[in-house]
């Protein structure tokens, strides 16, 4: 696809003498670099509630956002009118950072090599409705179906097309056509009058609509939440206090997410205010980690085929055999760096700054068969499913909340256990991962990072790990 | 686009979802301008600035439901609006509940909320940012551990609300808000913590002084250095107010209608029960002028008002709109919230805790070993069971006295007798927010640690 043939010069008809004449505008006063994202956002959403399709809705955003960066300093503003006079209006405001004479030399606009990591010929939102509306009520029927205990189910199915461009100073002119759709399911589950207990299950990904028909359909999202619910029934306090912790394969990986990987954002390296800052080339892992953000996972709920702001995104090494490698680059913390980009500069909309943010953050498969490291654990936990996360990136302690976890007694699993958060210091709670999983999995294509107030979708993935030291908030 | 343009399109938009074969619509549209500043190391860091419009439609074809929404106010924008919501009314699902508020049910509350003060909107860009570099200076200023900084920021933001419905509601409301932030980091040996501190007001005179903004995170993150883990053990808890409120948050999701319908809350089916201390009482009011949880009327018409939670210990009401209220069999609470897009949900006004006799000081003083919570992360609570178990940083309390600086520890217990077990609540009720809660202790929770 060349640029006249994409989506806002064809349906907005901007020409490439309109980008140019907008960057030149934001570039009026001085500053060093400029650059526009069009952003124009389709998404829908469905859900089903006690076997009623109650909720539906489908909407429309669009709209571009202006920066101007001088030095350090970072000019914003953004509109949700895409007319000449004021997007102009807009480049004016964030011009207004810098305290100069208008920048002169331009480069000329150019298009970048092009590759499709999601090439999805009819995005899920371009499907009929009734057709997505299927899935919500056949998950609902099997979660339903699972088991007699299972009382209430939830599930809602979003999907969303976003057509995006973005123009810079430095001449980069990039445009994708961004598919991402989601379901997830909620069940309830109770015996004998006792409490209620709760399990949840979804994912999905850049895909076309035949995924949830034949890859991981509604029925499995279904089942599994019906499961998790189930087996809470029967769950004992978990542990308090330090234990040997066994995570299982894949979204677990949300470990790594908050240990390791908000801490290795530039923008909080260059202000020296991560718990990791200054700690490149130092061991910060047992050697038998190495992790990864990929942002380049065909079909991947965390992959782009350029970040938001127009660059080619790629597989970048964060910790290699224990060692800290690299952090995650954005355009404004790699300028100030030195660095390269890393296409990781992100945002959740036009209406915000881009910022270094993670895409599939991963750690590489081991040598162990997950089956010897659960024999090897004499008395600990193993968790297989969580809820979310948080970190603290300056005192570098995170946590994460585990929904599906076991006992581990004489190197088995035993009972299930209650919901509980595990808490540990970034730079040390992997130096103490003692065997890693041949097993990496990814997540099923749920992960959503939250980040100075932005939103943006991401994935995880681990192999099955030991750590043999975590902190375990449990009662018991 | 003036206010009475606003309010007429909406009208129009609901007129054009009847034309079209609604039987029953409403429309909301919000307008907002938001202002930001960020200084960091007395350097201003970012500034963004801008305004944006988006509508949206709920429409009912009798019993189904559909909503749409748009940030094209134009009229074709509108009109494929229209279309969209109408086209999933016309195949979501027959719900016997769903609806809109009785004709008597609408209404807003007359009086003056002061929820907008044109001095936001006043206030020169030069001054917010001397403003936010004063903020910052005062706590890098403060000690010589303070070495670095996230920065110091001030925000703003107006807005206007406008909705109308098919049965003649049409109601606007405008709001300011500003705020004024510093975010210290500071260090000694290995030791690296950030803190903050935040003052937001509906006016800008309202704000605390961009010094004392900078003093007490300041003082807030220098008490966090040196931090320990401290070994696992059963003490008694106490949360200072910013993390008492999130107790509340608790509170509020546990009486949340959906929650009580789907019997997905530890406080569902137990309405006139004693659900905690008698000391307790939780009253959300929307009615407060001034504060940050106050509105004229909800997200579906309804008027604001003064809802009794827990009194006294007795779950006394839930929080509901007018579905949850119509599957439960009661009245709504005018406690309706929603954006633009999809089915109404809940909020909360200002969700509070009545203060108790007790000072902070008094209540620390009479604790032998026990842990003072000042930062909470991580979601762990489960409202379907009430089991809670969250990372917790702050200071260990030794014969009355704060010894030491603590971080990388759990609390757990469960909320269920966690509100039974609130041996005390504090004097210091302050609204810094939609919730506000004085200083809690509870009487004996899990400490994780070593």
């Known amino acids: 696809m060349s640029f006249s043939e994409s989506f806002f010069s064809s349906r907005f008809a901007i020409t490439r003498g309109d980008l140019e004449s907008y960057i030149s505008e934001a570039l009026s006063q001085g500053g060093d670099y400029a650059d526009l994202y069009f952003e124009y956002l389709s998404t829908s959403q469905i859900s089903i509630d006690e076997s ?33 006079e004021k997007i102009r209006q807009a480049a004016h405001v964030a011009a207004c950072i810098a305290a100069g004479p208008a920048k002169v030399e331009k480069t000329p606009l150019e298009e970048g090599r092009k590759r499709n990591l999601y090439p999805v010929l009819t995005a899920p939102h371009e499907t009929a409705f009734l057709e997505r509306m299927d899935l919500i009520k056949r998950a609902d ?53 006792s409490a209620p207990q709760r399990g949840y299950a979804g994912g999905g990904g850049r895909v076309e609509l035949s995924f949830f028909l034949e890859e991981k359909t509604p029925e499995h999202f279904a089942r599994e939440a019906a499961r998790q619910a189930i087996v809470q029934l029967d769950a004992v306090d978990a542990p308090a206090g330090e234990t040997t912790v066994v995570l299982g394969p894949g979204w677990p990986g949300i470990l790594l997410h908050e240990a390791v990987g908000h801490g290795l954002e530039a923008d909080f390296n260059r202000k020296k205010v991560s718990a990791f800052s200054g700690r490149i080339g130092q061991q910060v892992a047992s050697p038998l980690c190495t992790v990864i953000d990929d942002g380049t996972i065909r079909n991947r709920r965390g992959s782009l085929n350029v970040d938001d702001e127009g660059n080619p995104t790629q597989r970048n090494v964060l910790i290699e055999n224990g060692i800290l490698r690299g952090y995650l680059q954005d355009a404004l913390s790699s300028r100030i760096l030195r660095a390269s980009p890393t296409g990781n500069g992100r945002r959740e909309s036009y209406e915000h700054i881009p910022m270094p943010r993670m895409t599939n953050t991963f750690m590489l498969a081991g040598e162990s068969d997950p089956a010897d490291i659960i024999r090897s654990v004499p008395k600990g936990i193993y968790c297989a499913n969580f809820g979310g996360g948080q970190v603290d990136i300056t005192s570098g302690n995170f946590v994460f909340a585990a929904s599906e976890s076991y006992l581990i007694e004489d190197g088995k699993l035993t009972r299930a256990v209650r919901n509980a958060t595990l808490i540990g210091n970034g730079p040390e709670a992997l130096r103490y991962v003692s065997m890693v999983g041949n097993d990496l999995q ?15 979708p991401v994935g995880v993935g681990i192999p099955t790990l030991k750590i043999d030291r975590m902190t375990v908030g449990g009662t018991a | 686009m003036s206010q009475n343009h606003l309010a007429e399109l909406a009208q129009q ?9 609604a039987s029953d619509a409403e429309c909301t549209i919000r307008e ?29 074809r009798g019993k189904r439901a559909g909503s749409a929404y748009t940030s094209d106010l134009s009229a074709e924008g509108i009109e494929r609006m229209v279309a969209s919501a109408l086209e999933l009314a016309a195949i979501t699902g027959e719900d016997p509940h769903a609806g809109i508020p009785e004709p ?3 209404g807003a509350i007359s009086a003056d909320l002061q929820l907008y003060c044109s001095d936001v909107e006043r206030i020169e860009t030069a001054v917010k940012i001397d403003l936010a570099r004063a903020a910052e200076a005062a706590a890098l200023d403060a000690d010589p551990r303070i070495t670095n900084s996230e920065g110091g920021s001030f925000d703003s933001r107006t807005g206007r609300r406008v909705f109308a419905n098919s049965r003649a509601f049409v109601g606007e409301y405008r709001s300011s808000y500003c705020s004024l932030a510093a975010v210290p980091v500071a260090r000694e040996g290995d030791s690296m913590e950030r803190d903050y501190w935040v003052s937001m007001a509906r006016s800008f005179a309202g704000l605390e002084p961009a010094a004392h903004v900078g003093r007490v995170a300041a003082d807030r993150v220098l008490r966090r250095l040196g931090a320990r883990k401290v070994k696992t053990q059963r003490v008694p808890v106490v949360f200072e107010p910013r993390t008492a409120r999130s107790l509340l948050s608790n509170v509020f999701e546990a009486v949340h209608g959906e929650s009580i319908y789907r019997h997905a809350s530890f406080l569902a089916g137990r ?53 949850t209220a119509r599957k439960l069999g009661m009245k709504t609470t005018g406690n309706a919230s929603r954006g633009v897009s999809g089915n109404t949900g809940i909020g909360h006004g200002n969700l509070f805790i009545e203060p108790g006799e007790r000072s902070p000081g008094e209540i620390i003083a009479r604790i032998a070993d026990g842990l003072y919570v000042t930062e909470l992360i991580g979601s762990g609570v489960n409202i379907v069971t009430g089991d809670y178990s969250r990372g917790a940083a702050g200071l260990w309390i030794r014969n009355g006295e704060f010894a030491f600086p603590v971080s990388e520890v759990t609390i757990a217990g469960n909320l269920n007798k966690m509100l039974m077990d609130m041996e005390a609540i504090g004097s210091d009720l302050e609204f810094r927010g939609s919730t506000a809660a004085p200083t809690l202790l509870i009487r004996e929770m899990t400490v994780g640690g070593r």
């Open chain 1, 52 to 84: 009623i399709v109650k909720s539906a809705t489908q909407g429309v955003s669009l709209g571009v956002g202006v920066r101007v960066i001088a030095g350090e300093r970072t000019g914003y503003a953004y509109s949700d009118d895409l007319s000449p």
């Open chain 2, 104 to 106: 008597g049910e609408l």
């Open chain 1, 141 to 193: 029927a099997a979660a339903r179906g699972y088991d007699p205990r299972i009382f209430q189910v939830q599930a809602t199915y979003a999907d969303s097309l976003r057509h995006v461009m973005v123009a810079t100073s430095a001449g980069v002119l990039s445009f994708d056509r961004q598919p991402l759709a989601r379901m997830g399911v909620a069940a309830l589950a109770r015996q004998n009058g």
């Open chain 1, 442 to 456: 990814l997540d099923e294509g749920i992960g959503i990072c939250g980040k100075e107030g932005q939103s943006v």
């Open chain 2, 271 to 323: 309405l006139g029960e004693k659900v905690a201390t008698e000391a307790l009482t939780v009253i959300d009011d929307g009615t407060i002028p001034g504060l940050f949880g106050s509105s004229p009327f909800d997200d579906e018409g309804v008027p604001s008002r003064l809802t009794a939670v827990i009194e006294r210990g007795v779950l006394k009401s839930y929080l509901l709109n007018t579905y």
């Open chain 2, 32 to 60: 907002g301008n938001e202002f930001s500043v960020n200084v960091r190391m007395r350097e201003v860091e970012s500034l963004k600035q801008a305004g944006s419009r988006t509508a949206g439609l709920r429409a009912l």
């Open chain 2, 13 to 21: 938009t609901v007129k054009q979802a009847l034309e079209r074969g």
